[in-house]
């Protein structure tokens, strides 16, 4: 085990709270000078929850205040079209741009429904489907604010988009969308997965393509959770979407983790640190990040400590006459990359207000598991889905379960997804692993006829 514990070090995320102190200063800064951005932070926290740092894409700093950034551990990153530009190796901050006067880019789903919803009339900088586009929606003394749109990309050029490339984007935009996920076997589901994203990558390039492909992917989870939809409305009344999304959580089971894994990797993803939520919970997870998006996956699976040492990622992992949490969970409703959607999407909120609003819209939470300053978690109440026949017989047949959650299953579904409620604090990148073992093992469909919610801070054992 001294290797797995090696392999669990490789990446060792911590608080930067220097770091932290000054994109909160120069943030502040901002909105002493600027009102109505002042204006616009309050109606974050009041009507969404959420806090202007969780939407933060970049910040504008006057050589004055880039000193700070500097002693607190940025780095010269090679941004395109923002000589400059400074970031940070170790945390999850926003981009530092020199320049003339105050001002930050907030990150936005569509840069229309922002302007719209936030200052009708304002020009927006950038053609349809280009990879950047921005428009200033708040002015001040020496100050600005704009709302900033992207797609596959992490510069600051906005460039002329041909008729013919955002052909090509709608075209892949409606395929992800309108993707057939339940064939007649997984084989030929991932089969069909990988043949549409062969195409879009070939005509629009891998970056785009992973931006176009996850944004059916919420749509997707999100028709099938209402929490989500609730949610992504108080957000859709600033225009926002879904503008400060954390990480993207799929569920595999082990004959199609390596399958999945590489199908991201295709996308552009790489494999960050591997994740073990105990022993007690049998279950493991690959980290993946996306280098020009900015999109983070958990990819969950059923895993022994003993596999945690091998490249699980990428090496089959060989079938087993026992379910855990995660694999009963595929079982019951298919691979989250194909027929169920994703298990839940993780956004940035301000976590007790976001809690409070969501219990007042009917959308309770359940406890949370992680409760640290740098990291506080907790799902909403899960979203029950039907399980088919078909599904409980075969796993009744073989053996993977008993007859009483058998019965369960076919006259009261099971728990499919949950939208889950995250603060970050200090710029911590990382997960609680012990955390969320908790969480696996109270969310198990097995348990209490898989209710695995919680009303008011109680989860149901």
């Given at each position: 085990?001294?290797?797995?514990?090696?392999?669990?070090?490789?990446?060792q995320?911590?608080?930067?709270?220097?770091?932290?102190?000054?994109?909160?200063?120069?943030?502040?800064?901002?909105?002493v000078?600027?009102?109505?951005?002042?204006?616009?932070?309050?109606?974050?926290?009041?009507?969404?929850?959420?806090?202007?740092?969780?939407?933060?894409?970049?910040?504008?700093?006057?050589?004055?205040?880039?000193?700070?950034?500097?002693?607190?551990?940025?780095?010269?990153?090679?941004?395109?079209?923002?000589?400059?530009?400074?970031?940070?190796?170790?945390?999850?901050?926003?981009a530092?741009?020199?320049?003339?006067?105050?001002?930050?880019?907030?990150?936005?789903?569509?840069?229309?429904?922002?302007?719209?919803?936030?200052?009708?009339?304002?020009?927006?900088?950038?053609?349809?489907?280009?990879?950047?586009?921005t428009?200033?929606?708040?002015?001040?003394?020496?100050?600005?604010?704009?709302?900033?749109?992207?797609?596959?990309?992490?510069?600051?050029?906005?460039?002329?988009?041909?008729?013919?490339?955002r052909?090509?984007?709608?075209?892949?935009?409606?395929?992800?969308?309108?993707?057939?996920?339940?064939?007649?076997?997984?084989?030929?589901?991932?089969?069909?997965?990988?043949?549409?994203?062969?195409?879009?990558?070939?005509?629009?390039?891998?970056?785009?393509?992973?931006?176009?492909?996850?944004?059916?992917?919420?749509?997707?989870?999100?028709?099938?959770?209402?929490?989500a939809?609730?949610?992504?409305?108080?957000?859709?009344?600033?225009?926002?979407?879904?503008?400060?999304?954390?990480?993207?959580?799929?569920?595999?089971?082990?004959?199609?983790?390596?399958?999945?894994?590489?199908?991201?990797?295709?996308?552009?993803?790489?494999?960050?640190?591997?994740?073990?939520?105990?022993?007690?919970?049998?279950?493991?997870?690959?980290v993946?990040?996306?280098?020009?998006?900015?999109?983070?996956?958990?990819?969950?699976?059923?895993?022994?400590?003993?596999?945690?040492?091998?490249?699980?990622?990428?090496?089959?992992?060989?079938?087993?006459?026992?379910?855990?949490?995660?694999?009963?969970?595929?079982?019951?409703?298919?691979?989250?990359?194909?027929?169920?959607?994703?298990?839940?999407?993780?956004?940035?909120?301000?976590?007790?207000?976001?809690?409070?609003?969501?219990?007042?819209?009917?959308?309770?939470?359940?406890?949370?598991?992680t409760?640290?300053?740098?990291?506080?978690?907790?799902?909403?109440?899960?979203?029950?889905?039907?399980?088919?026949?078909?599904?409980v017989?075969?796993?009744?047949?073989?053996?993977?379960?008993?007859?009483?959650?058998?019965?369960?299953?076919?006259?009261?579904?099971?728990?499919g997804?949950?939208?889950?409620?995250?603060?970050?604090?200090?710029?911590?990148?990382?997960?609680?692993?012990?955390?969320?073992?908790?969480?696996?093992?109270?969310?198990?469909?097995?348990?209490?006829?898989?209710?695995?919610?919680?009303?008011?801070?109680?989860?149901?054992?």
């Amino acid at each position: 085990m001294a290797d797995a514990a090696d392999v669990l070090k490789q990446f060792q995320w911590r608080p930067e709270p220097a770091a932290s102190a000054a994109v909160r200063a120069a943030l502040a800064e901002l909105l002493v000078r600027c009102p109505a951005a002042a204006q616009l932070s309050r109606r974050l926290s009041e009507e969404t929850g959420t806090r202007m740092s969780d939407w933060l894409d970049h910040l504008e700093v006057p050589a004055v205040g880039l000193a700070a950034f500097h002693a607190a551990g940025f780095t010269a990153a090679a941004r395109d079209g923002a000589p400059g530009s400074l970031a940070h190796p170790g945390g999850l901050f926003p981009a530092i741009l020199p320049a003339e006067h105050w001002g930050a880019g907030m990150k936005v789903e569509s840069i229309s429904d922002a302007v719209a919803a936030l200052a009708p009339g304002a020009a927006i900088v950038g053609d349809p489907d280009a990879s950047l586009r921005t428009a200033t929606i708040a002015e001040g003394r020496e100050a600005r604010l704009r709302v900033v749109e992207r797609l596959g990309y992490d510069g600051y050029s906005c460039c002329a988009i041909p008729a013919t490339r955002r052909e090509a984007i709608a075209r892949h935009r409606r395929s992800f969308a309108q993707r057939r996920r339940a064939l007649a076997s997984d084989a030929e589901g991932f089969a069909e997965l990988d043949r549409l994203v062969a195409m879009a990558i070939a005509e629009v390039g891998r970056d785009i393509a992973c931006d176009l492909f996850f944004a059916g992917e919420r749509a997707y989870w999100q028709g099938r959770n209402r929490a989500a939809r609730v949610q992504k409305a108080r957000q859709d009344a600033l225009g926002l979407g879904w503008g400060n999304d954390d990480h993207h959580t799929y569920r595999s089971s082990r004959t199609w983790f390596a399958r999945m894994i590489t199908l991201f990797e295709r996308l552009g993803f790489v494999c960050r640190e591997r994740f073990y939520a105990g022993r007690e919970a049998g279950w493991g997870a690959q980290v993946l990040e996306h280098a020009v998006t900015g999109i983070v996956i958990f990819a969950d699976v059923d895993l022994s400590p003993e596999e945690l040492v091998d490249d699980f990622a990428h090496a089959p992992l060989a079938s087993r006459d026992h379910l855990g949490t995660v694999g009963l969970w595929c079982a019951l409703h298919g691979e989250a990359v194909l027929q169920a959607g994703m298990h839940h999407l993780e956004a940035t909120f301000a976590f007790d207000a976001a809690r409070a609003q969501l219990a007042a819209a009917g959308v309770p939470s359940m406890k949370p598991f992680t409760d640290e300053p740098w990291l506080r978690q907790c799902f909403t109440e899960g979203e029950r889905w039907p399980v088919d026949a078909e599904r409980v017989d075969h796993l009744l047949a073989a053996g993977l379960i008993e007859d009483g959650p058998a019965a369960q299953f076919r006259d009261q579904g099971a728990i499919g997804s949950h939208l889950e409620i995250l603060e970050r604090n200090d710029g911590f990148k990382g997960f609680n692993q012990h955390g969320v073992s908790e969480i696996i093992r109270a969310t198990d469909p097995r348990r209490d006829g898989g209710r695995g919610s919680g009303v008011g801070g109680r989860t149901h054992a």
